[in-house]
């Protein structure tokens, strides 16, 4: 688990609001194991929740895909692993009393790179070029939009 990215937009105005009001990479120090890469993104990413008061939270839920990447990644693990993440973040959010929506990505994104998914969201919204939005952070915002119903294709 090598990290996640974080989107927040605000409560009040969630459905017209397109910018959010602050993105984060959580990235565990590269010597833990996935177990305690999990509980450092937790640690991380608890405070936040707090102090965003964040109400409803969309998670990319992990998804198998049969192709060479997929049985790779499956062969090593990794499916597991991010559902265990996916896990405590269903667990937090319960302890807040906070909705958690999994979002599989075959449906938000489909096969979309990231470079991909970065290009689709500024078109979408050119302002977020401003932002310093990093690495994992643009897949959140495009989960973000996805949710909003905002990420479908445009046309060029």
């Not at 559902?83 to 973040?89: E, K, P």
């Amino acid at each position: 688990i090598r990290g996640t990215g974080i989107a927040i937009w605000p409560m009040e105005n969630w459905r017209t609001v397109t910018i959010p009001i602050a993105t984060y990479v959580i990235t565990p120090p590269s010597e833990e194991n996935w177990v305690e890469a999990s509980r450092s993104i937790w640690e991380t990413l608890d405070p936040i929740l707090t102090e965003h008061n964040v109400g409803k939270a969309y998670c990319e839920f992990p998804q198998y895909f049969a192709s060479a990447v997929g049985h790779a990644a499956t062969a090593k693990g990794e499916i597991y692993k991010l559902a265990y993440l996916v896990g405590i973040f269903s667990g937090m959010m319960h302890e807040r009393a906070t909705i958690l929506e999994p979002v599989l990505v075959n449906v938000w994104k489909g096969q979309l790179s990231k470079d991909a998914v970065i290009t689709r969201l500024l078109r979408r919204e050119p302002k977020l070029a401003d932002l310093g939005i990093k690495t994992h952070a643009w897949d959140a915002v495009g989960i973000g939009f996805y949710a909003k119903g905002m990420f479908g294709s445009l046309k060029k």
